[in-house]
C-alpha cells in the first residue's frame, strides 16, 4: 500500500508556471506507476499524464503536452508534475494516483489504486 500527499497548488497568472509534487511512503516507490489527474466541480477526472515505474515511458493529455512534463525521482519517492505556459483552463483541483504495475501506465483514473487529497490549482485571466 502506498500513501500520497500532493503539494505546490496555488494561484499564478495565465502563462506562468507551477511546480507540483506528490510524496509517496513506502519502500517500493518505483514499483509503481504514476498518475496526474485534475478535476473541476461537476466535471469527471481528467488525465494530465502519467509515468511508468523506471521513468522511461511518459504519456500526456492533448491539452497539456508542450506545456507540462511529469518526471519522477524514485531515490526521494515523488513525482512531479512541472507546469509551464499555464491557462484559465488549467484551473483544477490536481490529484496524483498510483498502480502497483510499473511496466504500464493508463490515462484510465480507474486502473489506479491509490490517490493522493489534491491540491488546487488557479490560473487567472
Known amino acids: 500500500q502506498v500513501q500520497l500527499v500532493e503539494s505546490g497548488g496555488g494561484l499564478v497568472q495565465a502563462g506562468g508556471s507551477l511546480r507540483l509534487s506528490c510524496a509517496a511512503s513506502g519502500r517500493t516507490f518505483s514499483s509503481y506507476s504514476m498518475g496526474w489527474f485534475r478535476q473541476t466541480p461537476g466535471k469527471e477526472r481528467e488525465f494530465v499524464g502519467a509515468i511508468t515505474g523506471s521513468g522511461g515511458f511518459r504519456s500526456y493529455a492533448d491539452s497539456v503536452k508542450g506545456r507540462f512534463t511529469i518526471s519522477r525521482d524514485n531515490a526521494k519517492n515523488t513525482v512531479t508534475l512541472q507546469m509551464n505556459m499555464l491557462k484559465a483552463e488549467d484551473t483544477a483541483n490536481y490529484y496524483c494516483?498510483?498502480?502497483?504495475?510499473?511496466?504500464?501506465?493508463?490515462?484510465?483514473?480507474?486502473?489506479?489504486?491509490?490517490w493522493g487529497q489534491g491540491t488546487q490549482v488557479t490560473v487567472s485571466s
Open positions: 494516483a498510483a498502480n502497483p504495475n510499473r511496466l504500464a501506465s493508463s490515462s484510465d483514473s480507474t486502473y489506479y489504486n491509490y
